[in-house]
């Protein structure tokens, strides 16, 4: 039998486009191999999806634009119900034009709900790697399962993309990312790969980071296997900003933002209602998966406080009255009103909260005394008072995933910290990193000691890797995956641990 396995072996027959309008493009000189960024799609709705590529044929040209000639180029796009393209359901042509650096976002509707397609482009003569994509199913469908895997922080320089091969061979139905796509750093030292063009400061920077990411053969296998759900976190943009202020005063840094967003736009599978709009950019919205689950993905970089406490980030072991000021928040007024309606709303088994930062309150000073975050939602206390009383008053089963810290943890998000009797009223995954930290390891020295200072933090692992779920109305399972290195290509995953969630019961069952 064929299978999409063939996708991931890379063997995926490319049978003629058949009969479509010859366009005009290929009467010009042709381009080579134009599609080395790969395809992807994302944001599935019932019965819709999002189709995604950008044409390069020399990725790590410097001015960010694949080596493009300066006109627009047609591309035209297939979508068939089967692997080998005899049956096409769907097909058109897309203009990729210089100013969107030749990207193609094609928005398609009115496919079944709930389906698994296949999807290619071509330009001239030229054929792309074919995708497997899935739409959502029906409003109120009982009968799909959503198989979810998460990841996030994909430091190209910090080593190889192994985790995103293994998550392709899952076949999911859906991949959210959670943050940090790319990383903004200029050369690190000892790099363990190379990355071209050094600290992104402006468009053509973004451009080339993104453009070297989606160059990479196994972040191309994972776009190519599923839809995707993306948010960014910091380093998409720059290390620690916070709303409008930067890290870096240089360069102005509401010009950088604007050049980061416009990059990200141009290289995710997102939809137009994503175009930003100079430096702002609304990437907070929900998928929705039948009657199993609401996917919320939010921002908390770009409408927050600055950090409590000291003004600067990534302080570990703040602690200070400012954190629990009322009027502070970490998604925005308007996002914290938008959630809460979300959630008043939902009418789905599951509601899964797709976010950057720690949820949960986390003390990480070891021993006498306690130390907070002030860049997780411990710098926000107010904020996360008004998310979990949502999830209560409304009575939703609330499954927060996490990215961020570069290592995998799970934990009860209880109604009030603050308050010792509290009970959960949520469950909190949080993944760890493709390559961000390098190797790791399973457990640190410190490890047992963050775990029994924080009882209502259950698993802890220090590698790289991703976490997938299985997720039905009757239960949620999780498996969180690990690789012993990522310093060379290739390492074989395991599962580091393993639970299960059941409705009404905001617990971390162990399996
Ligand atoms: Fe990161």
């Known amino acids: 039998m064929i299978t999409r396995r063939s996708l ?46 950008r044409l390069a044929v020399d990725p790590l040209a410097a001015d960010g634009l694949g080596g493009m000639p300066d006109r627009a180029v047609p591309v035209e796009w297939q979508v068939a119900a089967d692997e080998g393209f005899r049956r096409v359901v769907r097909h058109g042509v897309e203009i990729a034009r210089p100013e969107s650096a030749h990207s193609v976002h094609v928005e398609l509707d009115g496919l079944d709900p709930g389906a698994e397609y296949f999807y290619r482009f071509r330009t001239g003569t030229e054929i792309s790697p074919a995708g497997r994509t899935v739409t959502a199913p029906a409003p109120g469908a009982r009968t799909r399962d959503l198989r979810l895997s998460f990841t996030s922080c994909a430091d190209y320089q910090a080593g190889w993309f192994t985790a995103f091969r293994r998550m392709a061979e899952d076949e999911p139905d859906l991949i959210a990312f959670l943050g940090d796509y790319i990383y903004e750093y200029g050369d690190y030292k000892y790099p363990v790969r190379d990355q071209a063009g050094g600290e992104c400061l402006d468009l053509a ?21 599923a839809p995707w759900a993306v948010v960014w976190d910091d380093h998409d943009i720059e290390n620690a900003w916070a709303g409008d202020v930067p890290e870096q005063p240089d360069p102005p840094f509401l010009q950088r933002r ?81 959630l809460d309606g979300e959630l008043r709303e939902s009418a789905a088994t599951w509601d899964l909260l797709g976010q950057q930062v720690f949820l949960m309150e986390m003390d990480w000073t070891n021993g006498a005394g306690k130390g907070y975050s002030n860049e997780g939602w411990d710098g926000y206390v107010a904020s996360r008072n008004r998310l979990t009383a949502a999830l209560d008053t409304y009575k939703r089963n609330g499954v927060v995933l996490t990215g961020d810290v570069h290592s995998h943890w799970a934990g009860e998000v209880k109604r009030d910290f603050q308050d010792p009797e509290s009970e959960p009223v949520a469950v909190e995954l949080v993944t760890t990193s493709v390559t961000s930290a390098g190797n790791g390891l399973d457990e640190y020295p410190n490890t047992g000691i963050l775990l029994q200072e924080n009882p209502h933090v259950k698993f802890f692992n220090g590698r790289r890797g991703y976490v997938r779920a299985r997720i039905s109305q009757k239960e949620m399972r ?34």
């Open 258 to 338: 604007a050049a980061a967003f416009q990059a990200y736009y141009e290289n995710m599978p997102l939809r137009r209602a994503q175009r930003p709009s100079g430096p702002d950019m609304r990437l907070y919205r929900t998928l929705r998966w039948g009657a199993v689950a609401n996917l919320h993905m939010l921002d908390t970089r770009q409408y927050r406080d600055l950090y409590a406490c000291t003004g600067r980030s990534g302080t570990v072991g703040a602690d200070c009255a400012e954190r629990f000021a009322p009027n502070r928040t970490i998604l925005g007024a308007e996002q914290e009103a938008w």
């Open 478 to 511: 999780v498996d969180f995956r690990s690789l012993p290195r990522v310093t060379e290509p290739y390492a074989a995953a395991y599962t580091s641990g393993s639970f299960v969630i059941e409705p009404g019961a905001p617990r971390l069952n162990p399996v």
């Open 205 to 225: 920077g973004y451009r080339l980071r993104h453009a070297q990411h989606k160059a990479d053969p196994e972040l191309q296998l994972a776009h190519a296997i």
């Open 8 to 53: 991931i072996a890379g063997g995926v027959s490319l049978a003629a486009f058949g009969a479509l309008t010859r366009p005009a493009a290929a009467r010009r000189r042709p381009l080579t191999d134009p599609f080395r960024l790969g395809v992807a799609s994302g944001e599935p709705t019932p019965g819709g999806v999002v189709l995604w590529t």
